[in-house]
């Protein structure tokens, strides 16, 4: 990174960082907020549009708010999991009824065999996300595919998933 970028990326740091801290400590909780701070800035110096933005300080507005919107969707999906999954350990650790217990453990393995029998690439998507973490966008670099395509394979595990559990 030439001199003149780090220069110009520390300035927009400093003016930035303030009002992108507070925006995402009301959007996700104070937690996170320094995380998808660093991530935005990460992002903004990989992008290849970042350099040639009219309006830097919009764009890292626009990758913030993406930011958000992807860590509170996966949030949300972590909740039903979390959830499913606490129940299911609560089952087998508090000696529920046999029959409470074996219901978990059902809905487990047929959990894993709707993932197991994902397509590959919708398999690696959905793994990368619920395992990992990633943001469809950081999912979709690392796949080398579109976000709009990572979405689409997020949409189809989740689909297949919850009709394997129904």
């Not at 110096?45 to 509170?72: G, K, M």
């Not at 029959?99 to 919708?122: I, N, Q």
């Not at 690696?124 to 469809?136: A, H, I, S």
């Amino acid at each position: 990174m030439s001199d003149e970028k780090s220069r110009f990326f520390a300035r927009l740091f400093l003016r930035s960082r303030r009002e992108l801290i507070g925006y995402f400590a009301r959007r996700v909780g104070r937690e996170d907020a320094s995380d998808l701070l660093q991530e935005t800035f990460a992002r903004a110096l990989r992008s290849e549009r970042f350099e040639l933005a009219a309006d830097p300080p919009s764009l890292l507005q626009r990758i913030a708010v993406n930011l958000a919107r992807d860590h509170a969707r996966r949030r949300r999906t972590e909740a039903r999991y979390v959830d499913f999954d606490a129940d299911a350990e609560m089952a087998v650790a508090t000696g529920a009824r046999p029959d409470a217990r074996l219901e978990a453990e059902e809905k487990w393995r047929l959990l894993r065999e709707a993932v197991d029998a994902l397509p590959p690439r919708c398999r690696d998507v959905f793994l990368l996300y619920m395992r990992e973490g990633l943001g469809l966008g950081e999912i979709a670099e690392r796949l080398g595919v579109s976000r709009n395509m990572a979405q689409k394979h997020m949409r189809l595990a989740m689909a297949r998933c919850w009709a394997a559990l129904e």
